[in-house]
């Protein structure tokens, strides 16, 4: 049975940081891209940031470029997402997810793409 669990979501005032993690179980991992997304109330989810199954590329929003780090540890099954300079605008259910394609290189942004997804985390920044 996969399982992905988030954790690390909380409250922040704007300006400051959050690590959210998102630790992969039920089989191996290692050789698909792994992706994080949101959802703030009222909207649609979105796409944040995804990694390849290396490492090696890195995809993200443009509202969150420059702000945001994605990176992963396949010897833990677990992806990261480190947030810095956060704005309310973040403010959401954070959610990772697997694609669904193996050994993709560049990591895709579509949300259609992945197969299995974590039950989410909140984060919400106070102005």
């Known amino acids: 049975q996969v399982q992905l669990v988030e954790s690390g979501g909380g409250l922040v005032q704007a300006g400051g940081s959050l690590r959210l993690s998102c630790a992969a179980s039920g089989r191996t991992f290692s050789t698909y891209a792994m992706g994080w997304f949101r959802q703030a109330p009222g909207k649609e989810r979105e796409f944040v940031a995804a990694i390849s199954w290396r490492g090696g590329a890195t995809s993200y929003a443009d509202s969150v470029k420059g702000r945001f780090t994605i990176s992963r540890d396949n010897a833990k099954n677990t992806v990261f997402l480190q947030m810095n300079s956060l704005k309310p605008e973040d403010t959401g259910v954070y959610y990772c997810?697997?694609?669904?394609?193996?050994?993709?290189?560049?990591?895709?942004?579509?949300?259609?793409?992945?197969?299995?997804w974590g039950q989410g985390t909140q984060v919400t920044v106070s102005s």
């Open positions: 997810a697997v694609d669904g394609t193996a050994y993709r290189f560049i990591p895709t942004m579509d949300p259609l793409e992945y197969d299995y």
